[in-house]
């Protein structure tokens, strides 16, 4: 029961930290693991500056940003923190 406890909580400090590496689990998929799969996006976000993407992303969440395909992106942002969003962007850029 200890353990259990213990792994909870540390899962749960690990997703206060907002991890972009691991965020970006969910958006490689259809982004490519190093951003540059546009097959798809139509968008390579590789090499953007982190605040270029941070202001898409949150464009996507509250719905004033975004292309003929947002509606791909609105789910994947909707649960994003300001937090994940600023790791995601800073993530992003690095690749
Ligand atoms: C289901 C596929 C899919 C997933 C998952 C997805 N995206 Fe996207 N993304 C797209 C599509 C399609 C577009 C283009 C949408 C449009 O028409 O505006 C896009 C656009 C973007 C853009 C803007 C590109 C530009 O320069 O205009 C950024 C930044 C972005 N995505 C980041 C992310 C991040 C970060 C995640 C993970 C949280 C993510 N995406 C998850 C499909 C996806």
Known sequence: MKKILLAMALS???LLASDGAALYGKCAGCHGKDGKNAAL???VISGQSADTIATKLNGY??????????GMMTPAVA????????ALAAYISSL
């Open 12 to 14: 749960a400090a690990a």
């Open 41 to 43: 996006s139509g968008a």
């Open 61 to 70: 969440k509250s719905g004033s940003f975004g292309g003929a395909k947002k």
């Open 79 to 86: 649960a994003l923190s300001d937090d994940d969003i600023k």
